[in-house]
C-alpha cells in the first residue's frame, strides 16, 4: 500500500564506491524527483523525470546518473562517493492538476528517504 | 536570492496555544504554495496547500497567503505535543512542476 517507496533506508558505504538508491511510486503519478537533504536539513532537488523523460537537472556533480525505465520508477546510481555525498536522499512524484483560473499546480509526495553515510 | 525564506526557530509555544508559522517569497508571479510537516528522521508530509489569496482551513490547521505582500503562513491551532517538528514551506520555482523549499521552521509545542 507504501504510495513512494524506496531502498534501501540505510546505505552505509565506503569512499570511491558505487551505490544505486531505487525508488517506486504506485500513485499513477507522472513526474518523479529525487531531493537531497543534508545535515543542515536543507532540501535540495537533483533532478525531476516526466514520463521517462529528464526536465529538472540541477548542478549536481556528474556522478550523479538518475535513470527512469518507466513513469513509476526512478533509480539513482552514483560513482566513486564522497564523504560529502552523506546525506538523506528523498525520492517524490507529482501529478499536474489544474486549478483556478486554469492554472496548473501540484502536490509532492515524499518516499521514506535513505540515509547515505560515506565513510 | 532565496526564492522561498523562513525563520529556522525554534519557535516554541505551550500546549493550546496557537503556533504561527511564516514564509516569504519573491517570484510575485507564484500562485501555489505548500506546507510540509517533518518529523525527525522521517520524511516530508504534505499537510496543506494554498492557491488563492486569503485563508484555508482544514481541522486546527489554517493556511493564509497573502500575494500584495508575498508572504504564506500556516496558523496552528490548539497546539499539541505531537505537533513539534519542522514546518517546510513550498512555492513554486520556475521549472515545470518544480518547487523550491524553505529551511523550515522547527516548532516546539511545550506540555
Known amino acids: 500500500d507504501t504510495a513512494v517507496s524506496q531502498t534501501p533506508k540505510y546505505l552505509v558505504t565506503q569512499m570511491g564506491n558505487d551505490k544505486s538508491i531505487k525508488c517506486e511510486q504506485n500513485l499513477g503519478h507522472d513526474t518523479m524527483y529525487w531531493y537531497k537533504q543534508d545535515s543542515k536539513k536543507f532540501l535540495k532537488i537533483m533532478f525531476s523525470y516526466n514520463n521517462k523523460e529528464l526536465i529538472i537537472n540541477e548542478t549536481v556533480p556528474n556522478r550523479f546518473s538518475p535513470k527512469s525505465p518507466d513513469k513509476a520508477h526512478l533509480n539513482l546510481h552514483i560513482n566513486s562517493l564522497e564523504l560529502g555525498d552523506s546525506a538523506v536522499y528523498f525520492c517524490?512524484?507529482?501529478?499536474?492538476?489544474?486549478?483556478?483560473?486554469?492554472?496548473?499546480?501540484?502536490?509532492?509526495?515524499f518516499g521514506p528517504g535513505t540515509r547515505l553515510t560515506v565513510l | 536570492q532565496k526564492e522561498v525564506e523562513q525563520n529556522s526557530g525554534p519557535l516554541s509555544v505551550p500546549e493550546g496555544a496557537i503556533a504561527s508559522l511564516n514564509c516569504t517569497y519573491s517570484?510575485?508571479?507564484?500562485?501555489?504554495f505548500f506546507w510540509y510537516r517533518q518529523y525527525s528522521g522521517k520524511s516530508p508530509e504534505l499537510i496543506m496547500s494554498?492557491?488563492?489569496?486569503g485563508d484555508k482551513e482544514d481541522g486546527r490547521f489554517t493556511a493564509q497567503l497573502n500575494k500584495a505582500s508575498q508572504y504564506v503562513s500556516l496558523l496552528i491551532r490548539d497546539s499539541q505535543p505531537s505537533d513539534s517538528a519542522t514546518y517546510l514551506c513550498a512555492g513554486p520555482s520556475g521549472g515545470y512542476q518544480k518547487v523550491t523549499f524553505g529551511i523550515g521552521t522547527k516548532l516546539q509545542v511545550i506540555p
Open positions: 494554498i492557491y488563492s489569496n
Open positions: 517524490a512524484s507529482s501529478q499536474e492538476v489544474l486549478g483556478e483560473a486554469a492554472r496548473s499546480y501540484n502536490e509532492q509526495f
Open positions: 517570484d510575485r508571479g507564484s500562485q501555489s
